[in-house]
């Protein structure tokens, strides 16, 4: 049975973040199942491992909230992946190409378009995702320029309801629908993971989400971490 992940939208001119909003309000025993906020701007918008950046008007930021029907289903170290490629899958059909930066970060012309964040609380699931669209991207980032702004955030519903329902009814096809989108896949890149840096060739992900890596010291598997160098595309 598909998930609701969206019965009712919120719409604020501007908060210091959507995903701290719907935390907050989940914590504090609300029934905030289905619920998606949604502001025009965010002042401290959160990325993963607590990064903060401010969002300007024009982009697409909201946080969805799913009741996890299985507890704790929804709260397995893939999801974020598994939301991540129903996104590019749906983006794709629109028109617009994605690529998937493991693990969260989707590029649009080789470069960063937006990103998602997944906490899981209270057997509750948060996504948060971020695009942008008419906003003043950082530098050296991508836009949906020209997009209709509503209709960005409706496919960002889309995607996360395409994602999760995919990923809940079979986990095990999530590697291969990732390598469609996988940026890395074939080139050298470094990840950090804790306080050790992995290199080695990207070989896409397992079944749980995890980055899979060939090493000079043999296979590694990468389960959370960030990725900071990356080789040149391989040639084909």
């Not at 619920?35 to 903060?52: K, S």
Request: glycine share 14%; proline share 6%; aromatic share 4%.
């Amino acid at each position: 049975m598909p998930l609701v992940i969206a019965s009712r939208i919120e719409t604020f001119p501007s908060l210091p973040s959507t995903q701290i909003e719907a935390r907050s309000r989940l914590e504090r025993g609300e029934d905030v199942a289905g619920l998606v906020v949604r502001a025009a701007r965010q002042t401290q918008g959160r990325g993963r491992r607590d990064r903060r950046w401010e969002s300007a008007p024009g982009g697409s930021y909201q946080t969805l909230v799913v009741r996890d029907p299985a507890p704790p289903s929804l709260g397995r170290g893939a999801v974020a992946v598994a939301v991540a490629v129903g996104l590019a899958e749906t983006l794709g059909r629109y028109g617009a190409k994605t690529a998937i930066k493991w693990p969260n970060d989707l590029l649009y012309l080789g470069r960063k378009l937006g990103g998602v964040l997944t906490e899981y609380s209270h057997a509750h699931l948060l996504v948060g995702v971020g695009l942008n669209v008419a906003n003043a991207p950082p530098g050296g980032a991508a836009a949906l320029r020209g997009w209709d702004l509503e209709g960005v955030h409706g496919a960002v519903l889309e995607g996360v309801q395409r994602g999760l329902d995919a990923w809940l009814a079979d986990e095990s096809v999530l590697p291969e629908r990732f390598t469609h989108h996988d940026a890395l896949l074939g080139r050298t890149v470094s990840v950090e993971s804790g306080e050790a840096v992995v290199t080695g060739e990207a070989l896409g992900i397992d079944a749980h989400g995890c980055l899979l890596l060939a090493t000079a010291e043999g296979p590694v598997r990468v389960c959370s971490g960030s990725v900071r160098g990356i080789s040149a595309p391989p040639d084909h």
